[in-house]
């Protein structure tokens, strides 16, 4: 049973890129309630004076809204100088005062009052050596977007001169991709030359990448091409640095166990169970159930019903950078046979269209991520005939079923196992 906890002293803190609007709320004289307005800059002198009216005034929580990344040194600060409070950092949509009434100081007051009323829920902030692992993975999906970038721009470059290298070969940055186009930047322009330059393990035939590789080629075309590897092969370094800085922190047995674990979900590599652990942490102690963090997720669906009315809801925005590692994880399986999350993916299919289904996999994958992290165990395939198998007398009404469909009859038998 959840129980109520209401507070005789809270603050409220409205913040801002340079100024933060500070209400403490404590018990005055005859049961009256005693409101001290005060006004911070966002510098650290000021948020540790802050931080010492706040432990002169006895606080017991202090709620402050999730305002850009402006909440930060100051969550930071007070979450590891006082200890025994409790630091709420609120979702802005939570506490949205009333239209009209809208200053920083009403802001502040309202949310200390709701603080005090113990009517507001924190938002999920991993401990710090999780941020650490989470800056380092987010930089790295940022540079790797970056790179993908370059890429194109350097398509879109080849695409100018009438070389139609990437309609014949996978990557241009592979290494028939790479060497190829630093041929083209040396000065070589003949198309049979260039295609005798190709890695013979490719699909594409001599004859094929010749017609592909002619075009009007220039010195300028060449130079613009050298920048874009050049780009290229920088953004690849600091990913490569990225990726050895990560390693680093996560050199320990449990946490290497976690990400091994993880790595057993279809869908899911390395890199994306870094992730995974980077925004989630390695405990499952700020989810009790794996529908709180589904839900967190915005993988679940929404609620609204009133009146005993059930209408349509949009679930919850969810964490961004989950939401697109499940995205991928559920467009990876969708394409891949020989796993239970494609046949259910498939199964629902029949009453649902591929956007709804995929995020119905999105929650699945969800589901076996609080269960690993929780139980530190590896996922368990239940294999692409899990439905036959639980429901075997299910699959025989139906192939009956469609057997009178055409007019005909079958008998089934049980094949005899050996």
Known sequence: MEQEHTYRRAAGIDLGKRVMSVCIRTPGRGGAVDLEQLTYTTITSQILALRDRLEDARVEI???????????????????????VEVLLVNPAHVKILKGRKTDRADAAFLARQAAAGNLRGSFIPPEPVREVRDLTRRRTT?????????????????????????????????????ILQALVAGTRDPAILARLADPRIKAGHEQLTEALTGYFTDHHGYLVADHLEEIDHYTGKIRALDERIAQL????????????????????????????????????AFPTPGHLSSWLGVAG?????????RKARPADGNSAMRRLLGIAAFTVMGHKGTYLNARYHR????????????????????????????????????????????PDKITRRIHALARSIGATIEIHPTPTT
């Open 62 to 84: 202090v709620a402050m809204e999730a305002t850009g990344d402006y909440w930060r040194p100051v969550c930071w600060i007070l979450q590891g100088t006082l200890p025994g």
């Open 348 to 391: 629902l299919r029949g009453h649902m269209d591929s956007r709804k289904a995929q995020v119905a996999i999105m929650h699945d994958i969800a589901i076996a991520i609080w269960f690993i992290l929780h139980d530190k165990v590896p996922y368990r395939e239940l294999g692409p005939d899990y439905f036959a198998r639980r429901d």
């Open 143 to 179: 540079l790797t977007s970056l790179r993908g970038s370059e890429v194109q721009r350097l398509e879109k470059t080849l695409e100018d001169t009438g070389v139609k290298l990437s309609s014949v070969i996978s990557s241009l940055t592979g290494t028939t991709g790479r060497t």
């Open 250 to 285: 996560l050199d320990q047995p449990d946490k290497h166990q976690d990400v091994r674990n993880l790595t057993t979900i279809p869908g899911i590599d390395t890199t994306g169970a870094q992730i995974i652990v980077s925004e989630l942490g390695h405990e499952m102690n």
């Open 302 to 310: 929404g609620h609204n019903e009133s009146a005993g009315i059930k």
